[in-house]
């Protein structure tokens, strides 16, 4: 088994948390670890009960059982030491092991912003919602929110009817929906967008994990934009964690008398930046997106294609191909693919399909 699967064994295994993993990285050898004795694991910190459990369950047969249970699911892996694993993610502070997707994890490499907030929230708060995450997501941002009720589900929803493009972060099993009023939604998701947990198929749910992933929504996105939250929000979590990653806060204004505006006042007293439009988040951007931006112009007033988009598109002429696929034919790295092929949907002429698989228009 190579390191990557190894490192998804240890990221299953019961009673190794982050840093138990991080001391075992940190040592020589640990990718042997399916041949370890109760003496190997007791070397590597490991107390001794769960030393001798772990020289008793990791072996091959159970690694390869939970691996043929994840490529029944569906389940994309992205571990920590993978190409595709984000950048972003790993400039913070305890960057999670393993992600578990379920639909488009290329989505992982673009420029996304998380919008946050209540889960009860006002109409204002809802609109506001939905108002930023169509302007956004139609001017090529990913958004990023986590699936809870209220701010969270309207952003999704919002990004999907208008064809843009969603992450939902989970606070549960990859497998498992919550709440279950939008299980509908996690499935549209995954069709068209994507969702991404760190914990294993099997985690059994409780409310301390959702803060936890607060730090992956925060961590995968530039900036978090908070629009309504009380005092003791969740979404205070996600904005503090961004601050932590030295990433750009937005907040909302709202009705000083209104409980669900005290945590967004409260930040921008403390200097998050006031957003009022799509355009306020925008600028802080916009530079990022400007030549996909430029190069969809130009091909509206007929430029023709560059020479790696004409690549990409006499591939595409022999019929519909995957990203992986792609990516073994060109041989270029996975940015330079990714950002062609976003330029190619931007210029209406590839169109992705579920699976991310391609498509000439």
Request: charged residues 20%; proline residues 4%.
């Given at each position: 088994?190579?390191?990557?699967c190894i490192l998804?064994?240890?990221?299953e295994?019961?009673g190794?948390?982050?840093?138990k993993i991080?001391?075992?990285?940190?040592?020589?050898?640990?990718?042997?670890?399916?041949?370890?004795?109760a003496?190997?694991?007791?070397e590597?910190g490991?107390?001794?009960?769960l030393?001798l459990?772990?020289?008793?369950h990791?072996?091959?047969a159970?690694?390869?059982?939970r691996?043929?249970?994840l490529?029944?699911k569906?389940?994309?892996t992205v571990?920590?030491?993978?190409s595709?694993?984000?950048?972003?993610?790993?400039?913070?502070a305890?960057?999670p092991?393993?992600?578990?997707?379920l639909?488009?994890s290329?989505?992982?490499?673009?420029?996304?912003?998380?919008?946050?907030?209540?889960?009860?929230?006002?109409?204002y708060?809802?609109?506001v919602?939905?108002?930023?995450a169509e302007?956004?997501?139609?001017?090529?941002?990913?958004?990023?929110?986590?699936?809870?009720?209220?701010?969270d589900?309207?952003c999704?929803e919002?990004?999907?009817?208008?064809r843009g493009a969603?992450i939902a972060?989970?606070?549960?099993?990859?497998d498992?929906a919550?709440?279950?009023?939008?299980?509908?939604?996690?499935h549209?998701?995954?069709?068209r967008?994507?969702v991404v947990?760190e914990?294993?198929?099997?985690?059994?749910g409780?409310?301390?994990?959702f803060?936890q992933?607060?730090?992956?929504?925060?961590?995968?996105?530039?900036?978090?934009?908070?629009v309504?939250?009380?005092t003791?929000?969740?979404s205070?979590?996600?904005?503090?964690?961004?601050?932590?990653?030295d990433?750009?806060?937005?907040?909302?204004?709202g009705?000083?008398?209104s409980?669900?505006?005290?945590?967004?006042?409260a930040?921008?007293?403390?200097?998050?930046?006031?957003?009022?439009?799509?355009e306020?988040?925008?600028?802080?951007?916009?530079p990022?997106?400007?030549?996909?931006?430029?190069?969809?112009?130009?091909?509206?007033i007929?430029?023709?294609?560059?020479?790696?988009?004409?690549?990409?598109y006499?591939?595409?002429?022999?019929?519909i191909a995957?990203?992986?696929?792609?990516?073994?034919?060109?041989n270029?790295?996975?940015?330079?693919l990714?950002?062609?092929?976003?330029s190619?949907?931007?210029?209406?002429?590839?169109?992705?399909?579920?699976?991310?698989?391609?498509?000439?228009i």
């Open positions: 088994m190579d390191k990557r998804i064994g240890l990221h295994s019961p190794l948390g982050w840093k991080h001391n075992i990285l940190s040592q020589e050898g640990w990718e042997y670890a399916l041949g370890f004795s003496s190997d694991w007791l590597r490991l107390d001794s009960e030393a459990n772990m020289s008793k990791f072996t091959t159970w690694l390869e059982s691996l043929e249970l490529e029944r569906g389940v994309q571990t920590y030491y993978d595709q694993y984000p950048v972003l993610m790993k400039e913070t305890r960057p092991w393993v992600m578990y997707c639909g488009r290329e989505l992982l490499s673009t420029l996304s912003v998380a919008i946050v907030g209540t889960r009860l929230p006002t109409a708060g809802r609109k919602t939905m108002m930023l302007e956004l997501s139609g001017r090529g941002i990913t958004i990023v929110s986590g699936l809870a009720r209220g701010i589900g309207a999704h919002a990004t999907l009817n208008a969603t972060v989970l606070g549960t099993a990859i498992v919550y709440p279950k009023e939008h299980t509908s939604l996690y549209h998701i995954q069709e967008g994507l947990s914990y294993p198929i099997g985690t059994p409780h409310p301390g994990l803060p992933r607060n730090r992956i929504i925060a961590g995968i996105s530039r900036g978090t934009v908070v309504e939250a009380d003791r929000s969740g205070l979590i996600t904005a503090d964690l961004a601050l932590e990653a990433r750009d806060v937005f907040a909302v204004p009705p000083i008398t409980p669900k505006s005290r945590g967004t006042l930040l921008l007293k403390q200097g998050a930046k006031i957003v009022t439009a799509a306020d988040i925008w600028e802080e951007y916009g990022f997106l400007s030549s996909i931006e430029e190069s969809v112009l130009e091909s509206k007929g430029n023709e294609l560059t020479d790696e988009e004409q690549h990409i006499h591939m595409l002429e022999q019929g995957s990203f992986d696929d792609l990516l073994v034919r060109t270029w790295n996975f940015g330079l990714h950002s062609v092929l976003l190619l949907i931007m210029k209406k002429t590839v169109v992705q399909l579920p699976g991310s698989l391609y498509e000439l």
